[in-house]
């Protein structure tokens, strides 16, 4: 089955650049999705078609994508940016959804 | 206001059944494409089941048989009708719009709209 890669944590202190990376096979071939879920909270969309911010979404977020990786970057990461990243990309066939096992940011 | 609303979780007993709604407000649910997610304490998202808008329904594998998809269009509401219940069903499970992307990066569907979830809990 389709699988996306993220790695478990990230950390840096607040100011610095996180980077939040995803892969998978089929990334040439489909967007890529970043999700935010703060603790307790529903996920909340925050790049979407690799690269785009929905109304709401701060500026220092920003997604891109090359090959098989995709990767968010926040710039100048906030105390409030600390939670959990998944990524998600549609899959080539069929009607399943995949997500990544998502990446855990800490910010202090 | 575009919103989705979970309820009908609860603590059940393994072996029971128990049917989550998502009720939907500011879109019409029988025009969209939309899934149950799950998340198990302390562990990632999962998706659960599909619904689409002609009424084909898809599920996980870990779901397949026991779980069932469905909606009410005059009550504007998705369910989720959870069968034969077994300790690892226990998650918070969210409701989710999807919405299409098109483009040369590829087009796709994802998840636009979520609800807050419901937690349900199977335990003896």
């Known amino acids: 089955s389709y699988e996306l890669t993220q790695p478990p944590s990230v950390s840096v202190s607040p100011g610095q650049t996180a980077r939040v990376t995803c892969s998978g096979d089929a990334l040439p071939k489909k967007y890529v999705y970043w999700y935010q879920q703060k603790s307790g909270q529903a996920p909340v969309l925050v790049i979407y078609e690799d690269s785009k911010r929905p109304s709401g979404i701060p500026e220092r977020f920003s997604g891109a994508r090359s090959g098989t990786m995709a990767t968010l970057t926040i710039s100048g990461a906030q105390v409030e940016d600390e939670a959990d990243y998944y990524c998600y990309s549609p899959v080539t066939s069929g009607n399943e959804r995949v997500f990544g096992g998502g990446t855990k940011l800490t910010v202090l | 206001e575009v919103q989705l609303v979970e309820s009908g979780g609860g603590l059940i007993q393994p072996g029971g059944s128990l049917r989550l709604s998502c009720a939907a407000s500011g879109f019409p649910v029988r025009s969209n494409y939309m899934s149950w997610v799950r998340q198990a304490p302390g562990k990632g998202l999962e998706w659960v089941s599909l619904l689409h808008s002609g009424l084909s329904a898809y599920y996980a594998d870990s779901v397949q048989g026991r779980f069932t998809i469905s909606r009410d269009n005059s009550k504007n509401t998705l369910y989720l009708q959870m069968n034969s219940l077994r300790v690892e069903d226990t998650a918070v499970y969210y409701c989710?719009?999807?919405?299409?992307?098109?483009?040369?990066?590829?087009?796709?569907?994802?998840?636009?709209?979520w609800g807050r979830g419901t937690l349900v809990t199977v335990s003896s």
């Open positions: 989710a719009r999807e919405g299409y992307s098109y483009g040369l990066g590829g087009s796709g569907w994802y998840f636009d709209l």
